[in-house]
């Protein structure tokens, strides 16, 4: 088991920066491989950014490559969002998520453990 929980979301213009944290405890971290999600009312959770145990794979949504980066750090059990060049659309309840596997994946369903989310509002 391990327990998630992010933080470092609020309000930012659009051009703006944001850095999400997700510090996890519980089981070893560096055995999970992370990935982060986000979602708007109404709508399924989407993939954001992911990254493997050892962090020498990430992979992006799209919407996402150039202006958000993930990055870890096993030695403080926290994996991070960069988020850069915010816009409108990005707005929406970040998540971050675990998986007992080496690689990261877009699908949900490929992670055992949830964060409690935390709320990104880009103003245009």
């Given amino acids: 088991q391990v327990q998630l929980v992010e933080s470092g979301g609020g309000l930012v213009q659009a051009g703006g ?14 055995s999970y491989s992370m990935g982060w999600f986000r979602q ?8 954001v950014a992911g990254i493997s145990r050892s962090g020498s794979g ?5 919407s996402v490559k150039g202006r958000f980066t993930i990055s870890r750090d096993n030695a403080r059990n ?7 060049s ?18 990261s994946s877009t699908n949900a369903r490929w992670y055992e453990f949830w964060g409690q989310g935390t709320q ?3 103003s245009s």
Avoid: H, I, W
Avoid at 17 to 30: H, I, N, P, Q
Avoid at 40 to 47: A, D, K, L, N
């Fill in 17 to 30: 920066s944001l850095r999400l944290s997700c510090v996890a405890s519980g089981r070893t971290f560096s």
């Fill in 40 to 47: 708007t009312p109404g709508m399924e959770r989407v993939f």
């Fill in 58 to 62: 990430t992979a992006y949504a799209d």
């Fill in 78 to 84: 926290t994996v991070s969002l960069q988020m850069n």
């Fill in 86 to 103: 915010l816009k409108p659309e990005d707005a929406a309840v970040y998540y971050c998520a675990a998986a007992d596997k080496f690689y």
């Fill in 120 to 122: 990104v509002t880009v």
